[in-house]
């Protein structure tokens, strides 16, 4: 039985920092465990234009701890008023690496969001001649739908048009949740006239650890409620086949989105589970379940940098097998506190971080 690990650097392809003090509160966890992060503009208000992301970015960097090393790429929310000059400034930028799809009322702060895709055009010839990722948000809004299915029907109504309009379009198709998205991310391996891949995927660890039994088990967890919600069985096992296949289309993002402790148990709950503190050792027990530690290099340091174009990260980690407890809660904003996601479980793998 393999009980150390060692692997490139990861980083995080999805990732919700915010800003101010919650930011600086919930960085060092990530900077600890990710050398960089794909950092998601649903702020209130959201980053529009590359001179907001230029000066979060700068936010980020200053509120980062001594010590740690941290690069925040940086991405564009999406607007109906979005215009191709700033898609164009986006791709000349080597600082921004994305422009994020929130349908509008999708979910968190997807309120300034795309009320369609109709509207984007412009924007989204930029992006396709720039090779400018778009990262999507893959569900549909419509109330009728029913809230487990609609990540299935957005690949029906909206993804697959869209990628038929826009052919050379890059897109990520963010924290996949069902065996329908896992299939049609498979399926894809075409690339662009640049050699560049055109679709990938990101995994969350709940999603590669949980149906959604978690959710209702013993009385109503509101820690479990993310977006898009977790689902049945069979659709974590599709994910977990997936984010092991060694397909470079899929790699990690752990969409972790702290809220604070009371405005997630509520009556009408936030949806994020926050991960980030444990973030490789969930991924690391996921792999170790399915048998395929081994492909777990792949899924977080090198599939991501690789649709990305960065280069690699030349720094190693190193995870074991022992046993640690997950603290109850961790301090957010004053006077508040943040629940980590399976906080007081117990982790049968941990990430042994070299002394500075
Ligand atoms: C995210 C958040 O809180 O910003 N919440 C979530 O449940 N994932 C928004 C998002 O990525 O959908
Ligand atoms: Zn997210």
Redesign the pocket.
Known sequence: MLDRLTIKFPDDW?L?LRDGDAMAAVLPYTARQFERAIV?P?LKPPITTVDQALAYRGRILAALPPGLTFDPLMVLYLTDATSAEEIRRAAASPFVHGVKL?PAG?????QAGVSSLAKCTAALEAMEQTGLPFLV?GEVTDPEVDVFDREAVFIDQVMEPLRRQFPALRVVF??ITTKQAATYVTQCSSVDGQGRRLLAATITPQHLLFNRNALFKGGLQPHW????VLKREEHRLALLAAATSGLPQFFLGT?S???ARHLKEMACG????FSAPVAMELYAQAFDQAGALDRLEGFASEFGPAFYGLPVNSRTMTLVRRSHSVASELPFLQGQSIVPFLAGDVLPWAVELASA
């Open positions: 999805h919700h998601m649903n929130y999708a979910t968190t702060n997807s948000h963010e924290h409620y993310c977006l898009p969409d989105a702290p809220h936030c949806a994020g589970c």
